[in-house]
């Protein structure tokens, strides 16, 4: 059963920077799509960033230049480096894994994130 642990948010004022990870248990962690997704009071779950297994990246357009998602096969674990943090950067940011990219895949429990004005 796949299980992932989110860690690392808390409370940072506007500028500032967090740093998220993810902890997988996964067999064969390195095969595995991994994404970002984060989900602010009242708002739909929205993607944040991703990482193939090819360490290839894509990033939502409100984030671009600010985050960096990474992956360490040895530790089975990806992070988000957030940097230059807006409030509007508030949510609960969950980590979600896949195999096939067309399933929903397997999600966290999701760690807050606040960023004070």
């Known amino acids: 059963q796949v299980q992932l642990v989110e860690s690392g948010g808390g409370l940072v004022q506007a500028g500032g920077s967090l740093r998220l990870s993810c902890a997988a248990s996964?067999?064969?962690?390195?095969?595995?799509?991994m994404g970002w997704y984060r989900q602010a009071p009242g708002k739909q779950r929205e993607f944040v960033a991703s990482?193939?297994?090819?360490?290839?990246?894509n990033y939502a357009d409100s984030v671009k230049d600010r985050f960096t998602i990474s992956r360490d096969n040895d530790k089975n674990t990806v992070y988000l480096q957030m940097n230059t943090l807006k409030p509007e950067d508030s949510a609960v940011y969950y980590c979600?894994?896949?195999?096939?990219?067309?399933?929903?895949?397997?999600w966290g429990q999701g760690t807050q994130g606040t960023v004070s004005s």
């Open positions: 979600n894994a896949k195999l096939i990219l067309t399933t929903s895949g397997s």
């Open positions: 996964l067999n064969v962690f390195s095969r595995y799509f």
């Open positions: 990482i193939n297994s090819g360490f290839s990246t």
